[in-house]
């Protein structure tokens, strides 16, 4: 029996404890990660968090490690004694969210960039315009500075 407990029991213990302080690592990531600043790296920083937490949904997290029924409820009473499932929620809500807002705030940037840029393409056609306007006036006069120039007794009164 102690063997066995140190084995078996031993193994599940320390796999719960281990999903347990990898949320709690993951929690405090966020966090510190947040408190960055919102700056373009920020982007970046969630979204290699959000790879982990990925990853570790996929490798890390599990609700059953054995078959037989007496180690499948330590597991489960492991998990339960560290509420496992309830920090896991917690911090896939934090990432969901905060990754969330960022890209909100980077969708609002690209649209004002967007609109700045349409407004200065508005003002450039609008002064190409007015320097087309210009070019056709001066040359309009030049045309009646040429032809008076040629005719002087035409305008003479």
């Not at 969901?96 to 960022?102: D, F, M, S, W, Y």
Request: charged share 30%; glycine share 4%.
């Amino acid at each position: 029996m102690p063997a066995h407990l140190r084995e078996q029991y031993l193994l599940l213990f320390l796999l719960a404890l281990h999903q347990r302080f990898t949320l709690m690592h993951l929690s405090d990531q966020v966090s510190a990660r947040w408190l960055g600043g919102d700056n373009p790296e920020a982007e970046a920083r969630f979204a290699d968090l959000r790879e982990a937490l990925l990853e570790f949904t996929a490798r890390g997290y599990f609700h059953q490690v054995m078959q037989r029924d007496h180690h499948h409820r330590c597991f489960h009473a492991w998990q339960q004694v560290f509420e496992t499932e309830r920090l896991y929620q917690e911090v896939s809500d934090e990432v969901r969210e905060l990754h969330g807002i960022l890209l909100m705030r980077k969708t609002e940037r690209i649209q004002h960039l967007a609109e700045e840029q349409r407004r200065l393409l508005d003002e450039k056609a609008l002064a190409d315009a007015e320097r087309e306007r210009a070019a056709q006036d001066t040359e309009r006069l030049d045309g009646q500075l040429a032809f008076g120039s040629r005719h002087p007794g035409l305008y003479m009164e």
